[in-house]
């Protein structure tokens, strides 16, 4: 690959490179913030409000978090309904998607518009929870996964991907003889890695937030998923609990601030890990090979 | 091709179905225990050990860890009872309740407010329960004057758990007070001295003007703003003037004490951001040593001093609550009774279900088993000192095991359980919080509407005193005046005001 | 284009139909599950829209509660703040569209250009960070940084000689903060589509250019945005389907009482005098306007897209 090597290529780069490092540093920042902090001990944290590097280290907050197996479980769960349920979406999608990618298919404008409609309209909390209830999923894991299976966004945007390759490729296997299914297999889903690398990694973020799912559809407690366990760390951590003497009837103090922060880390870091391994799919000219080959 | 195809698309429905399938067979305990409450309760009168009470409770977590079941198992075997306790987190709790009261799969016994379930009542979806409390032992010890503010249409359906009824005051760095030679403030002016000095005569000894007197946050009733007005003489959200309920913001007292506080932003006394400052930003300024004083929960004072002892080893803190105002002593009390265990007859089928679960209940106000809740295990997770108890260091193990049980599951408290123990502390600031808190029920301001219902109020109530919440922050900020908020207030009248004060005086003069 | 019509024609197209559609049996296998997934989850429980014109008690279930027609609709628009509210969400949902929406782009195509493997990723790792990041802290790290008492932006201005800026409790600077936190957390996150789409790009077309003397920005005018096109307009549409729709933690974090005039959007709206009370009902019929107007509004893009020669979303 021949580079550009003129001037105005040149200053083009350096500026580019500048701005990115600038954008990469303003959103940094914060994040180290909280990384330190969940490092720092309690009075250099309420000293100096902000730590980059404690002078002082500590996994005081890891080792409260941790003291119990709550946390550790709960992550477990949140591991095992992330990597379940993108692999279980991801079928779903992949299929619906390709489907509905075909110009030629009947209905396919009725059925997209009524995707969509189910992203405009929602039939609300209780109903979704009758339905839930009646298919005999409530308390259990599934449920953090079937109800959630589908995105219309996430479909949307794969299809897209589906419809804008090179025809050519279809028509040549086509002409080979092969069915759907194998021009799905064979060739559409290895030529569509960086869409299937987004999608996955939307879906795994998806999983990996669940709150309000496990909060509704489970009620045995080591069945919870980490957010709910963490926020309710954070929310703790808030301190606003003590006050309200509707509930509570004994004082129950607020973790501390580098609690908060080692909250936050541990919730993020797993599914942050996760981009650069994907990263390796978003070659370009992926598709080059195949034309021509 | 086509096996092949057909073969792939098989697979795939297959493990659809696997999935679905298997989640079919996992336990679930919520339902077993809800449908079929009746089942083990028919005993024959030969049996001579009775099967235990299945009861199903749904109540708040407020810890942030998972409860074990220790305290759980121990309770069951005190009251020979079978208990299935749903745990939801405080912050959906309310959606959590609506969706099982929607599908009927309501637990026997869960807590729930009032307002919300008001109507729910009316239509006999609950049991009255007050009749019966008399033919308890323990359970006719509840409060009546607790229970009659509880009351729907006259009649009794809840159970409450005891809180502290007041427990704001005045929280202030003693080490700077003594440095100025200050004592704790008695009234206004006094007050006002100390916060003046904390902000402005370098209570901290840096020769730098870096403190002010007064913390305080957005929160306008758990900030200062409430326990202020009080002292103020405000009335408790309500009051009675000239035979007529109206709202506290219609009241002198509570004009006198936007101004304070406007005097205090002015003077640069109070934190500037206060409008915008989260309670734990409110508290770091304590911590850090930025401010003196604050105004809220005296309890809170012990947390303070643990995380601001931290950072500066050699700052105490002191609390105190009698700060008298132009009409003497006042202070609000929080509304007791905005809550309670309900018991829902789509859960609970029978009279004699009923029974049973009062029972249980009327147990745990023994005071054998109310210690077991409120306190846990002797040597485990307390020590027996001069007959209070002294609780275990390990606040973790304490959150796990107790403080769900001891704070969501109890009811009754010191007043109706003799025999309870009280703490013993050790610590004399945690001892002073405590002490002054009893000490506020002596001029206890309440709330006249606490046990009325108006109407329009649950309509837009929360809506109007939006408008009143912003403009009194106006007020304190400069932004309007005096003929500036009476505007706001003409409005609140015209907007439903009126129509809520109407139907509140109309329910006070009926039950008076 | 057009058929006679005669019965023989018609006979005709009709047997056209059954053959395309037999021709994709095994495409319309694939499209089964998901079918039956959003008749379940999403379809079914559409029944529960019905509460927007009832007086909903959650005892009394869907079936009996009382009807009340368009009574809910009618007390919104009468609300007294209607217009602000939906003034403020309009305003706030045109800042995004015009603001945000093209950051991401901008950003995914600066991206794009650069050649050293190891930067490119690392930057492309950071700036998705935020996204992960909470509304409660970024908003409360906001606030840590712009108070007026000891914030870093002030203190800095103060160095500078310049006055400080009370950007909390002023309401001309909501808006700026919001849209300004929104670019923060979720332009990183916004480029991943992007990127992707871009991989789609033949390397080859840019030498070409270069030979025909393009300069950089020539070359991602004519060749890399061109890629993305259809990603774009999608996004654009999908977004334009979200009008009312607007971050509700985000802006209720940011609410108080010295900006509520700009700030007040429906859902904290729906919040203080829906939910807060137990209303359901009205909640439900506030959410049910915001969908109404959000379907329009697509339907309406999606035939203006097509016109330009896209392909729409349906």
């Known amino acids: 690959m021949t580079y550009d090597k003129s001037w105005g290529s040149k200053i083009f780069d350096s500026v580019n490179i500048i701005l990115l490092s600038i954008i990469g540093l303003v959103t940094l920042i914060p994040f180290v913030y909280v990384f330190a902090g969940s490092f720092t001990t309690v009075a250099e944290l309420a000293e100096k409000q902000f730590v980059i590097i404690p002078t002082q280290f500590t996994f005081e907050a890891y080792r409260y978090i941790f003291s119990t197996n709550t946390v550790s479980r709960a992550m477990g769960v949140s591991v095992g309904v992330t990597l379940a349920g993108t692999l279980f979406s991801l079928i779903l999608t992949i299929l619906m998607a390709y489907g509905l990618s075909k110009r030629d298919l009947v209905g396919r404008r009725l059925i997209m518009f009524l995707v969509i409609f189910t992203m405009l309209f929602n039939g609300g909390l209780i109903p979704s929870f009758i339905i839930v209830k009646e298919l005999g999923l409530i308390d259990t894991y599934a449920a953090l996964i079937i109800p959630s299976a589908l995105s219309a966004f996430n479909l949307i945007i794969m299809r897209n991907f589906f419809q804008n390759l090179p025809e050519g490729l279809e028509e040549s296997a086509k002409i080979d003889g092969a069915g759907s299914w194998n021009i799905l297999l064979r060739i559409v889903i290895p030529l569509s890695m960086p869409v299937i690398a987004t999608i996955s990694l939307f879906y795994a973020v998806g999983y990996w937030n669940t709150y309000f799912q496990a909060v509704m559809y489970i009620n045995d407690v080591t069945k919870w998923p980490i957010q709910v366990i963490l926020r309710q760390i954070v929310i703790l951590a808030s301190a606003l609990t003590g006050d309200t003497s509707d509930f509570g009837g004994d004082y129950v103090a607020p973790p501390e601030q580098g609690i908060k922060m080692a909250v936050i880390v541990i919730a993020t870091v797993p599914i942050l890990v996760v981009y650069p391994f994907l990263q390796k799919h978003f070659t370009k000219g992926a598709m080059l090979g195949s034309i021509k080959g | 091709m086509k096996k092949k195809k057909f073969s792939t698309f098989l697979t795939i429905v297959t493990a659809m179905a696997l999935l679905a399938g298997c989640s079919n067979g996992s336990d679930n305990p919520q339902q077993g225990a809800s449908s079929n409450p009746t089942q083990n309760n028919k005993q024959t009168e030969e049996v001579t050990q009775e099967a235990p009470t299945k009861i199903s409770i749904m109540t708040r977590l407020h810890t942030a860890e998972v409860p074990s079941d220790k305290l759980e198992k121990l309770i069951e075997e005190k009251t020979n009872t079978e208990l299935d306790i749903q745990w939801v987190p405080d912050s959906t709790y309310n959606d959590k309740v609506n969706a099982a009261f929607a599908t009927g799969a309501l637990p026997m016994v869960f807590n729930g407010e009032l307002n919300t379930f008001r109507s729910a009542i009316r239509d006999d979806q609950f049991w009255e329960i007050g009749k019966y409390l008399k033919d308890f032992a323990h359970l006719s010890n509840l409060n009546e004057n607790v229970l009659r503010n509880m009351q729907v249409d006259g009649k009794v359906y809840t159970l409450y758990a005891e809180r502290p009824l007041a427990r704001s005051g005045f929280i202030f760095r003693k080490d700077w007070a003594e440095k100025l030679g200050l004592d704790a403030p008695t009234n206004f002016e006094e007050l006002y001295d100390m916060l003046y000095q904390f902000t402005y005569n370098d209570p901290d000894g840096n020769n730098k003007n870096d403190t002010i007197g007064l913390t305080d946050r957005s929160d306008m009733i758990y900030g200062a703003f409430k326990t202020v007005s009080s002292w103020h003489g405000t009335p408790n959200y309500w009051g009675e003037k000239d035979g007529q309920l109206l709202p506290e913001f219609m009241f002198p007292q509570y004009i006198e004490t936007m101004k304070f506080f406007k005097k205090l932003h002015q003077e640069g006394i109070i934190n500037q951001d206060f409008p915008v400052t989260s309670k734990e930003d409110q508290r770091n300024l304590m911590i850090t040593g930025k401010a003196g004083a604050y105004i809220g929960t005296m309890p809170d004072a012990v947390g303070l001093q643990t995380e601001l002892q931290k950072v500066n080893a050699e700052a105490t803190l002191d609390v105190f609550n009698r700060i008298e105002g132009p009409e003497g002593f006042k202070i609000w009390m929080a509304t007791q009774g905005g809550a309670g265990f309900l018991f829902p007859k789509s859960a609970i089928k029978t009279e004699e279900e009923l029974l049973k679960i009062l029972t249980f209940y009327d147990q745990l106000m023994s005071p054998e088993v109310a210690n077991l809740i409120t306190w846990g295990v002797e040597g485990e997770h307390y020590t027996l000192v001069d007959g209070r108890t002294k609780a275990n260091e390990d606040q973790k193990m304490l959150d796990r095991e107790l403080k769900p049980y001891s704070g969501a599951i109890a009811i009754g408290g010191l007043s109706t359980i003799p025999g309870l123990y009280q703490a013993k502390w050790e610590d004399p600031l945690k001892q002073k919080a405590e002490e002054l808190v009893m000490d506020n029920v002596d001029f206890l301001i309440d709330n006249p509407v606490a046990p009325l219902e108006s109407l329009t109020f649950n309509e837009v109530g929360a809506r109007l005193q939006q408008m009143i919440n912003d403009a009194t922050f106006h007020f304190i900020l400069g932004e309007i005046d005096e003929a500036g908020f009476q505007a706001v207030v003409d409005k609140w009248l015209a907007d439903g005001g009126q129509k809520i004060i109407d139907e509140y005086t109309e329910a006070y003069n009926a039950s008076n | ?314």
Do not use: C
């Open chain 3, 1 to 314: 284009m057009s058929q006679p019509s005669t019965s023989t024609a018609t006979l005709k197209s009709n047997s056209d139909l059954m053959k395309r559609i037999l021709k994709n049996t095994a495409l319309y296998f694939m499209i089964l599950p998901g079918l039956l997934y959003f008749f379940i989850f999403k379809y079914l429980p559409m029944f529960g829209l019905v509460i927007a014109f009832q007086d909903y008690k959650p005892y009394k279930g869907f079936f009996n509660s009382e009807w009340v027609g368009f009574a809910h609709f009618e007390r919104l628009f009468s609300e007294s703040d209607f217009l602000m509210i939906l003034s403020n969400t309009l305003i706030l949902f045109l800042m995004n569209i015009v603001i945000y929406f093209p950051v991401p782009i901008i950003l995914a195509l600066m991206l794009n250009e650069v050649r050293l493997q190891l930067f490119k990723r690392f930057i492309q790792t950071v700036v998705y960070i935020p996204h992960f990041m909470s509304w409660v802290i970024i908003v409360s790290i906001s606030f840590v940084m712009l108070s007026t008492d000891r914030g870093i932006i002030n203190e800095l201005f103060v160095a500078m000689g310049w006055e400080k800026v009370n950007f909390l409790m002023n309401s001309d600077w909501f808006r700026p903060m919001y849209i300004v936190q929104i670019i923060w957390r979720e332009a990183g996150w916004g480029t991943i589509i992007y990127l992707a789409a871009i991989t789609a790009v033949d390397p080859q077309l840019y030498e070409a250019a270069r030979m025909d003397g393009a300069g950089r920005f020539r070359q991602i005018w004519h060749i890399t945005l061109p890629a993305i096109r259809s990603v774009i307009v999608i996004l654009l549409l999908l977004k334009i389907g979200d009008v009312l729709e607007l971050g509700f933690e985000h802006i209720f974090l940011l609410l108080n009482a010295m900006n509520r005039e700009v700030g007040e959007i429906f859902d904290t709206y729906v919040y203080t005098a829906g939910l807060k009370q137990g209303q359901f009902s009205y909640s439900a019929a506030i959410g049910f306007f915001k969908s109404l107007v959000g379907l329009v509004l697509i339907m309406i893009a999606n035939w203006l897209a097509k016109r330009f020669g896209e392909e729409g979303i349906y």
